[in-house]
């Protein structure tokens, strides 16, 4: 299966879910990243908590494309007194949700290690919340999804949290922005596409500036290497989403999505394509030096 390409919806916070899923097919995305603000939310005429669940899947349905996540904003980090449960129902209802509407995925977070905290007391709470909810994931088959946001952005205490968990439907979707702010030598995926690899089932493409204004950038023009990112995702074989994220809904000076999301998924498209092209070159090569170096047939010796 080769890479799909999604978009979040926080770039078209105005579209109905009829809009996003009508422009989504226009623009040539093969699916959709529905961002959920929760029930009460109105800041997304599209979030899906606001609109009944068989109808969302019936109108992606009729516009052949996927939803590819429900993403959320529920953490797994808080240590009040009744957090795990609230965090236990409220993950249920988003799964639940997810299934529903034919969401492959659900995307939670980790988030925050408050004033005072031991980084790592902080992860087991969170792996030790999450056992339960993978379980009913499980049996409704839609995968969980951590994002790497907020004081957990980087790939080693993922791969350290994720082993912990252990669980087939708990998996990450890595931001490469969030990433690159935390860490310069992530501005490649370098480090998570090597230590996690497998343990990443999609990935979320933006571009930004560091340290200028809010920073977001078309593709390929800030200081995440979009194009290198893609390489490596086909050096391991990933055949999984890549997301495209423009954060509209909180910053809406930014570009509409009429002209943002179109020119992003040309822009990744051209960059596969040279990957592609330049692959394909090298596997020519290849089979040329091995046919030279191939042992002879016995006919060849004799003629020789």
Same mark, same amino acid.
């Given at each position: 299966m080769?890479?799909? +390409?999604? +978009?979040?919806?926080?770039?078209?916070?105005?579209w109905?879910?009829?809009?996003?899923?009508? #422009?989504?097919?226009?623009?040539?995305?093969?699916s959709?990243?529905? &961002?959920?603000?929760?029930?009460?939310?109105?800041?997304l005429?599209?979030?899906p908590?606001?609109?009944d669940?068989a $109808?969302? &899947?019936?109108?992606?349905?009729?516009?052949?494309?996927?939803?590819?996540?429900l993403?959320?904003?529920?953490?797994f980090?808080?240590?009040?007194?009744?957090?795990?449960?609230?965090?236990?129902?409220?993950?249920?209802?988003?799964?639940?949700m %997810?299934?529903?509407?034919?969401? !492959?995925?659900?995307?939670?977070?980790?988030?925050?290690?408050? =004033?005072?905290?031991?980084?790592?007391?902080?992860?087991? &709470?969170?792996?030790?919340?999450?056992? =339960?909810? @993978?379980?009913? @994931?499980?049996?409704?088959?839609?995968?969980?999804?951590?994002? #790497?946001?907020?004081s957990?952005?980087?790939?080693?205490?993922?791969?350290?949290?994720?082993?912990?968990?252990?669980? !087939?439907?708990?998996?990450?979707?890595?931001? *490469?922005a #969030?990433?690159?702010?935390?860490? =310069?030598?992530?501005?490649?995926?370098?480090?998570?596409?090597?230590?996690?690899?497998?343990? *990443?089932?999609?990935?979320? *493409? $933006?571009?930004? $500036? +560091?340290?200028?204004?809010?920073?977001?950038?078309p593709?390929?023009?800030?200081?995440?290497?979009?194009?290198?990112?893609?390489? $490596?995702? &086909?050096?391991?074989? +990933?055949e999984?989403?890549?997301?495209?994220?423009?954060?509209?809904?909180?910053?809406?000076?930014?570009? !509409?999505?009429?002209?943002?999301? !179109?020119?992003?998924?040309?822009?990744?498209?051209?960059?596969?394509?040279? *990957?592609?092209?330049?692959? %394909?070159?090298?596997?020519?090569?290849?089979?040329?030096?091995?046919?030279?170096?191939? =042992?002879?047939?016995?006919?060849?010796?004799? %003629?020789?």
């Amino acid at each position: 299966m080769p890479i799909e +390409f999604a +978009f979040s919806t926080v770039a078209c916070p105005d579209w109905t879910i009829d809009q996003v899923a009508a #422009n989504a097919k226009a623009y040539g995305y093969d699916s959709v990243e529905l &961002r959920t603000l929760g029930e009460g939310g109105t800041k997304l005429a599209s979030d899906p908590a606001l609109s009944d669940t068989a $109808k969302v &899947r019936q109108v992606f349905a009729n516009a052949g494309v996927k939803v590819a996540c429900l993403s959320t904003s529920l953490a797994f980090h808080d240590r009040a007194t009744g957090a795990d449960k609230a965090a236990f129902f409220q993950a249920g209802k988003y799964l639940d949700m %997810a299934a529903e509407m034919g969401a !492959p995925a659900v995307r939670f977070f980790g988030l925050k290690v408050m =004033p005072g905290e031991n980084r790592n007391v902080v992860l087991r &709470r969170i792996a030790q919340r999450v056992a =339960p909810i @993978a379980e009913k @994931a499980m049996e409704l088959g839609v995968e969980i999804l951590f994002e #790497n946001a907020g004081s957990f952005c980087t790939a080693k205490e993922w791969w350290w949290l994720l082993n912990m968990i252990n669980h !087939p439907m708990v998996g990450m979707l890595w931001n *490469i922005a #969030n990433a690159a702010g935390a860490d =310069p030598f992530e501005r490649g995926g370098g480090m998570a596409v090597t230590m996690l690899n497998s343990k *990443i089932r999609m990935f979320k *493409i $933006k571009d930004t $500036k +560091f340290g200028e204004g809010t920073g977001f950038v078309p593709l390929g023009e800030g200081d995440c290497d979009i194009p290198l990112l893609m390489k $490596k995702l &086909r050096g391991i074989g +990933f055949e999984g989403t890549v997301s495209v994220e423009w954060d509209r809904v909180w910053l809406p000076a930014l570009a !509409p999505a009429e002209e943002y999301l !179109p020119d992003a998924l040309e822009r990744l498209k051209k960059w596969m394509a040279g *990957i592609d092209e330049l692959m %394909a070159a090298g596997r020519k090569d290849a089979e040329k030096i091995a046919g030279k170096k191939a =042992p002879k047939s016995m006919a060849e010796m004799k %003629a020789g």
